[in-house]
Every structure is written in structure tokens, then in C-alpha cells.
T-cell receptor
Framework: GNSVTQMEGPVTLSEEAFLTINCTYT??????LFWYVQYPGEGLQLLLKATKADDKGSNKGFEATYRKETTSFHLEKGSVQVSDSAVYFCALSSSGSARQLTFGSGTQLTVLP | GAGVSQSPSNKVTEKGKDVELRCDPI?????LYWYRQSLGQGLEFLIYFQGNSAPDKSGLPSDRFSAERTGGSVSTLTIQRTQQEDSAVYLC???????????FGSGTRLTVV
């Protein structure tokens, strides 16, 4: 079946530091890949996505590239801000008709001023 | 409405009682999903609705869990004879049927004491 493995947290960085959150996946077929973000007290929001190999998703300074050869979709940001403190979830879509998402366990990021 | 609305936002119940969680999706969204987020865990898929029918109930953890959707809109997730392991945040999402159009609600935090 499908699965997503995320870098375990929590991750604590200083403002303007470089961020990488690793994500690898196992899936049949050709899944779409996603990063969702959950700010404190809020629901999950789609951060970025990529639907085929070598696609790069980007939003709000965050980027992730769909690497089929390494089955990875690592999240990166060059300079984090305090406002980026949140929980980040990597996810993939199943190729079945239900189109449900399979999520990783989430990575808590705290950015200190 | 403008977003996915879930109620109640918090629910504390005694072990053995039944609870009902409500999800009001974005108007016009045909697909509706329920997920469960346990402490320190990722999101666990529970059930998917397309219109009023549920083609995928594979994630419901036991027969104490059931869900319905009426009028292609509001959905209710019912947990009977609650147990302490049911304590979690229950998230609802809706979409027009495309997985990259998921919009999540803020969730219902269920605590079974």
C-alpha cells in the first residue's frame, strides 16, 4: 500500500536559517505529492504540490521537487521566519478512485527570533 | 459557507457514551472526507463520500464508527460507546472531486474521559 515517511521533529531553527524537511514515499502508479501546513489552532492548508516527476512545487518561499528516482519530496526554504512555525505534513494521493490522501506523521517546526 | 465548518470544536465525553461530530462542507463540493489525527500521529483516513454515497469506508476503525451524509452536504460522524483510544482531533475536508482541491475544517477535538 501507499505510505509516507517524514523526518521526525521537532525542528527548532533561528530566524533566517535554511530549512529542509525530508519526505520519502512508497506508492504504486504515479501519485501526486503534497505539502500541507497546520498553523496552531487552524485546519490544514495546502502549501504546495507536484503532480509528476521532476515537477517543482513552490509557495511562500517554500519549494519541493518530485524525485521519482529517489521517491522523495523534500521541503526546503532558504530563510525561515517566526511566522513559519507550524506543523508540516507530506502527503500523496492514491491512484484509486477514492483519491484519498495518505499523510506522513507531521514535523513540528519552531522558528525562534 | 466560505470554508469547511466543523462542530463542536471541542467535545469531552465519558467513556461509553455516544458522540456525533458534524461537518458542513463548502457549498457545491461533492467530495467529503473524514480523517483522524491522534497525538503525535499523522492523519488517518476514515471515510470518503461522493455525494451521499460512501464508496470507501475502509478506514473506519471499528463498527462503533459510522458516518452519513444527507443532501450532498452536511455529514455526521457518529462514534458509539466511546473508548479512551477514540480521543483525537477529527478533521473533515471537502473538494470538488480533485484531490488537490481539498479544503480542511479546523477539526473537532474529542476527549474521552
Amino acid at each position: 500500500g501507499n505510505s509516507v515517511t517524514q523526518m521526525e521533529g521537532p525542528v527548532t531553527l533561528s530566524e533566517e536559517a535554511f530549512l529542509t524537511i525530508n519526505c520519502t514515499y512508497t506508492a504504486t502508479g504515479y501519485p501526486s505529492l503534497f505539502w500541507y501546513v497546520q498553523y496552531p489552532g487552524e485546519g490544514l492548508q495546502l502549501l504546495l504540490k507536484a503532480t509528476k516527476a521532476d515537477d517543482k512545487g513552490s509557495n511562500k518561499g517554500f519549494e519541493a521537487t518530485y524525485r521519482k528516482e529517489t521517491t522523495s519530496f523534500h521541503l526546503e526554504k532558504g530563510s525561515v521566519q517566526v511566522s513559519d512555525s507550524a506543523v508540516y505534513f507530506c502527503a500523496l494521493s492514491s491512484s484509486g478512485s477514492a483519491r484519498q490522501l495518505t499523510f506522513g506523521s507531521g514535523t513540528q517546526l519552531t522558528v525562534l527570533p | 459557507g466560505a470554508g469547511v465548518s466543523q462542530s463542536p470544536s471541542n467535545k469531552v465525553t465519558e467513556k461509553g457514551k455516544d458522540v456525533e461530530l458534524r461537518c458542513d462542507p463548502i457549498s457545491g463540493h461533492t467530495a467529503l472526507y473524514w480523517y483522524r489525527q491522534s497525538l503525535g500521529q499523522g492523519l488517518e483516513f476514515l471515510i470518503y463520500f461522493q455525494g451521499n454515497s460512501a464508496p470507501d469506508k475502509s478506514g473506519l476503525p471499528s463498527d462503533r464508527f459510522s458516518a452519513e451524509r444527507t443532501g450532498g452536504s452536511v455529514s455526521t460522524l457518529t462514534i458509539q460507546r466511546t473508548q479512551q483510544e477514540d480521543s483525537a482531533v477529527y478533521l473533515c475536508a471537502s473538494s470538488l472531486g480533485q484531490v488537490d482541491g481539498y479544503t480542511f475544517g479546523s477539526g473537532t477535538r474529542l476527549t474521552v474521559v
